[in-house]
């Protein structure tokens, strides 16, 4: 953390916006929902030229247990994802009664080339303070086994980001990503998602 970026404009192309369950519920009733440790307040954002993304507002209507009160994903180009693309997404926080917790989701194939993600995340708060952190990820073992689940040629799993995070002011909270990796365009990646959660996510000893 702590580290300074220089970061293309920020263009605001997709929003989230941070309501509970229940408005969340509601706004599935009407048509609307269609699917590390960080404990300091978080007056901080993200600055960054937003990539074309899938924005998913309110809740996931997949899975059981607790559902993510924000959750946006970005679907990769087939060509991979070049390094001077930014993923981001603007999220409204209204309610900063409680804290969150923020994880990144991220879906690979079987054929990425490497063992690990390193990724250049960027929050930046309704008062334009920025924290930069500088994350690598372990995505397989040393025997070259998946940490991700799933089938065929597609591994899911969750990257914890921050727990415990306190937003300081309502507002609109940007974040960005970018990686870090060697290869350009990274190949491999399928889809990055950014998921908060009010109080602990469904994670448990890293799992999903």
């Known amino acids: 953390m702590g580290q300074t970026a220089k970061m293309p404009t920020f263009v605001v192309k997709n ?34 030229v937003l990539a074309v993304a899938v924005v998913l507002i309110g809740i996931s209507l997949w899975g059981c247990g607790p559902r993510p009160v924000v959750r946006c994903a970005w679907q990769a180009p087939v060509e991979g994802w070049s390094a001077d693309s930014v993923v981001g997404w603007a999220v409204e926080v209204t309610d900063i009664s409680e ?11 079987s054929s990425y080339d490497f063992s690990n ?29 998946w940490y991700g689940k799933g089938f065929a040629d597609t591994k899911e799993l969750i990257l914890p980001y921050r727990s415990n995070a306190q937003f300081a002011d309502t507002g609109e909270y940007r974040f960005t990503l970018r990686h870090g990796m060697r290869q350009d365009p990274l190949e491999g990646i399928k ?6 959660y009010k109080g602990q996510s469904p994670r448990e000893d890293g799992e999903e």
Do not use: W
Not at 191 to 196: K, W, Y
């Open 15 to 48: 929003r989230c916006a941070v309501a509970n369950n229940q408005h969340a519920h509601a706004r599935l009733r009407e048509g609307m929902a269609k699917r590390m440790e960080g404990g300091s307040a978080l007056r901080t954002g993200i600055g960054g």
């Open 99 to 109: 804290p969150y917790t923020i994880d990144l989701g991220l879906r690979h194939s």
């Open 191 to 196: 889809q990055l998602s950014l998921e908060l």
């Open 117 to 145: 993600l390193y990724l250049i995340v960027t929050i930046q708060g309704p008062d334009g303070a920025q924290v930069v952190d500088t994350l690598s990820y372990p995505l397989a073992n040393a025997l070259g086994e």
